[in-house]
């Protein structure tokens, strides 16, 4: 009896055993395509593996040219139904105001045969897709040979990463407002193109102490402070066309509870370079004129006008620690300053003889950070990945004339680039330092740049001998220090290494 009034339970329950194996097998494959999805290639297979070497006729004539171009890319904020979030620091933080424009401000270098364009934009980070849609967008119709895009790395602008929307799960980018931009930059470099003109041009290293401009909040303390610039000049000497100035500081000064948008110190030091610095309707320091592009340098590690940081305007006198608009003021002032009395005492017209030499690499990071796996599968970091488990990205060394550039596509550390990096008592690896020498001394020329966040935003460059994220911790300290979350992983700063090494050696 028993057995009779269990064998009708047995369809039922194979039919269930099928439901859930239905279940599993359909939720398997949407599990699997939406992995295969997010981590698809977004750019078609695109990679670079560029040498450009100067031509005969560059080396033996001068011929330099540079035009720049402008274009604002301030939000929009009267759309109610559609905030503007803002990137860095948390999320759900909504821009309510507009303090002073956003801007994508573009040079074009060409020695008579190679033509480069560098864009800079005010934003947290522009992924290596978006620059390669930029490039798409102009460079052969505008016949440029190479095509950077950095970011000032500003976190008073909205996100055009992801990871600041309303909440961990919801994105912060408009895709409208991303569009945008890459028009816009694609924009720049035609104005660039368009203004093309004969041009001198002088190199200037200005040693500038840290001191009361940027802190660095974690061990070793070593920084990117000296500012560096790339003059452009009318042919007769008389006209200032514009220039690039590279320094190394997170665009973070109004801090976390800023709600303004504002280009932070960047937009400061534009602004004083090209119109001089006025004080109640009074000119304390007269501009240059022309179009001047800050490029951030090294910034991780973390470079950082803390609120701890006192700045002192160099004009007024007044000092400033609580972050506000007005220090802000004050350390672009400082960095005007500095590079306004340098080019009024210099004597150096500069010259047109500077060949280009490009040398540029697609490379792939291994992602070694889960919190970045996560991020993507749920589309949350909405960026191509072309191998398993890697990020696609690119590294490059260019020369223009005496000056060399390294393009680092994150926040690289300053020690990897100005040496010091330890091996760090607690860290992971207890290894030696792998990262040396350091940059400034592989890249050849006098004037040495890094243009940090180039082309891409991959986070964090973390010397592998400072890589901490187990007890125990770096230096003795109580926790894990702050760096590690926000990077690919510790193979990056090995592989971004080895990689400029390469691309170093082959602009000698
Ligand atoms: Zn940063």
Redesign the pocket.
């Known amino acids: 009896m028993a057995s009779d009034s269990r064998t009708p339970r047995f369809p039922r329950l194979r039919r269930w055993a099928r439901c859930v194996a239905i279940f599993f097998l359909v939720f398997g494959v949407l599990l699997v395509g939406r992995f295969f999805y997010a981590f698809r290639d977004r750019t078609g297979g695109y990679s670079l593996n560029l040498d450009i070497v100067p031509s005969v006729a560059a080396t033996a004539s001068g011929g330099l040219r540079v035009g720049f171009g402008r274009v604002d890319i301030t939000p929009v904020l009267t759309n109610a139904s559609r905030p503007v979030w803002l990137a ?1 620091f948390s999320q759900n933080r909504a821009a309510t105001g507009v303090h002073d424009p956003l801007q994508v401000n573009a040079t074009v270098i060409e020695d008579g045969s190679t033509r480069v364009g560098i864009a800079v934009l005010d934003s ?2 522009f992924f290596y897709d978006d620059v390669i849609e930029v490039r798409r967008a102009c460079q052969e119709e505008l016949k440029l040979s190479y095509v950077i895009v950095c970011s000032t ?1 500003n ?1 008073s602008t909205p996100d055009l990463m992801g990871l600041w929307g309303p909440n961990p799960w919801t994105s912060g980018i408009d895709p409208d407002y991303r569009k945008r931009v890459i028009q816009s930059a694609a924009r720049a470099f035609k104005d660039a193109v368009g203004s093309l003109q004969p041009a001198l041009v002088s190199l200037h290293e200005i040693k500038t102490p840290p001191d009361g401009l940027v802190a660095d909040t974690r061990k070793p303390q070593v920084f990117d402070s000296d500012l560096r610039l790339m003059l452009f000049r009318s042919t007769t000497g008389t006209e200032v066309l514009g220039s690039i100035v590279g320094w190394g500081n ?1 665009p ?1 000064t109004p801090w976390s509870r800023n709600t303004d948008i504002t280009a932070d110190f960047p937009g400061v030091l534009r602004e004083a370079l090209e119109n001089g610095i006025i004080h109640s309707n009074r000119v304390v320091l007269p501009g240059l004129g022309g179009t001047h592009v800050f490029v951030n340098g090294a ?2 590690g ?1 470079m ?1 006008t803390h609120p701890s940081t006192t700045v002192t305007d160099p004009f007024l006198g007044t000092e400033h620690k609580k972050p506000s608009h007005e220090k802000t003021q004050a350390l672009g002032h400082q960095l005007a300053r500095r590079i306004l009395d340098r080019v009024s005492l210099s004597k150096d017209p500069g010259t047109n003889r500077a060949p280009i030499q490009v040398h540029a690499r697609t490379v792939h990071f291994p992602i070694e950070n889960k919190g970045f796996l996560l991020a993507t599968f749920l589309g949350i970091l909405d960026r191509g990945h072309s191998k398993w488990m890697h990020m696609k990205s690119e590294v490059a060394v260019l020369r223009v004339g005496e000056a060399s550039i390294a393009c680092v596509p994150g ?1 690289i550390y300053p020690e990897i680039v100005n040496g010091g990096v330890e091996r760090a008592p607690g860290g992971d690896f207890d290894i030696e330092p792998v990262e040396v020498p350091p940059v400034r001394e592989l890249l050849p020329g006098r004037v040495k740049f890094l243009f940090g966040l180039a082309n891409d935003e991959v ?2 460059i973390v010397p592998r001998s400072e890589w901490d994220e187990k007890a125990p911790y770096l230096y003795g300290a109580k926790g894990a220090p702050y760096g590690e979350v ?1 990077s690919v992983g510790p193979q990056t700063a090995p592989l971004l290494h080895a990689v400029l090494k390469t691309l170093s050696d082959l602009s000698r």
């Open positions: 860095g947290i980070g790395h976190h997170h973070e910034v991780g973390l950082t926040e986070g964090y926000n």
